[in-house]
């Protein structure tokens, strides 16, 4: 039983007593339901206030309060307060990037700069087709699922997704800066899963990697810009002419999939630069 419930059945049953020996019969029966209402009022209270208390602590949306009178009534306007900002917490998750948990936790705590910072990275950007015969609420929700396909397949891994118009931009390895080509093994099993989805049809892809500048930009959210990214768009656009491939990476990526054992092979482009056309099936 709760702490406080035995003494107050204790309290409850004394005035009873007394009670029967100084009022008459009426007055103890009236005393009696009152003394019922004031149980049930405290019990109902600390109830609720347990409730309160288990869904805040787990992080659960809640319900706004009625406001009453009293202390009561301001408790229950703080907790509805703390739901408006706990919606709109929620609400705003959904319209920025996709950032790994321990990052995100990093950077609410401080120990994460939010300041611009140079990081070597490896980019993955994923171009999607989705059905032509399709309609505009028909490609909505494909693409929908398309991006939460790829959320799951990348959030082991820790990467930051974020929507570059109609493609997906996955960054792997910020904040791994011991290894060559962070993020690289990453992104390639990342790769592997999509590839067996029922979206890989549709699906072109490049792959980059280098220096990046990553932080937070008021109002924009936290991002990274920089050389990899603009390899990695370019790759995307040149992809239409490799037929036989849906997957083109950079020479910083070259070396590191060589190692990996991946098949990769040089392809000449029309300028006389250098590709890379990735086989993983």
């Known amino acids: ?12 049953g004394l005035l009873l007593g ?38 805040l602590s787990r992080g659960e949306t809640l319900n706004k309060l009625e406001v009453s009178h009293g202390a009561w009534g301001r408790l229950c306007h ?6 408006q900002q706990q919606r709109l917490f929620q609400r705003s998750r959904d319209l920025l990037p996709s ?11 401080g120990e994460i700069s939010t300041g611009q910072t140079t990081q070597v990275a490896t980019v993955l950007l994923l171009g ?7 309609t505009a609420r028909e490609i909505a929700e494909e693409w929908k699922r398309f991006a939460q396909l790829v959320q799951q397949a990348a959030a082991p891994h820790g990467a930051l ?30 790769l592997r899963i999509l590839l067996t989805s029922p979206y890989s049809d549709r699906l072109q892809m490049a ?4 220096p990046l500048l990553a932080g937070a930009i008021d109002g924009l959210g936290y991002g990274v810009i920089g050389q990899p990214l603009t390899r990695a768009q370019h790759l995307l656009g040149r992809l239409n002419h490799y037929a036989a491939y849906h997957l083109l990476c950079d020479e910083e990526c070259y070396v590191g999939l060589r190692q990996l054992g991946v ?9 006389g630069s250098t590709l890379y056309g990735v086989q993983l099936y």
């Open 128 to 134: 999607y087709q989705p059905s032509q015969a399709a």
């Open 99 to 109: 950032l790994p948990e321990e990052m995100l936790n990093g950077l609410l705590e």
């Open 207 to 210: 792959l980059s990697a280098g």
């Open 78 to 83: 703080a907790v509805n307060n703390l739901v």
């Open 18 to 55: 007394v009670a029967t020996f100084l009022l008459p019969q009426g007055g103890v029966i009236i005393l009696l339901l009152l003394l019922v209402f004031l149980l049930w009022r405290w019990a109902w209270t600390e109830i609720t206030v347990h409730e309160l208390a288990t869904h």
């Open 1 to 12: 039983m709760k702490y406080w419930l035995i003494p107050t059945i204790v309290t409850a």
């Open 263 to 271: 098949d990769v092979r040089p392809l000449y482009d029309f300028d």
């Open 161 to 190: 997704v974020q929507r570059c118009g109609d493609q997906l931009l996955l960054v792997f390895g910020l904040g791994r800066q011991s290894l060559s080509t962070p993020g690289l093994r990453s992104a390639l099993e990342t």
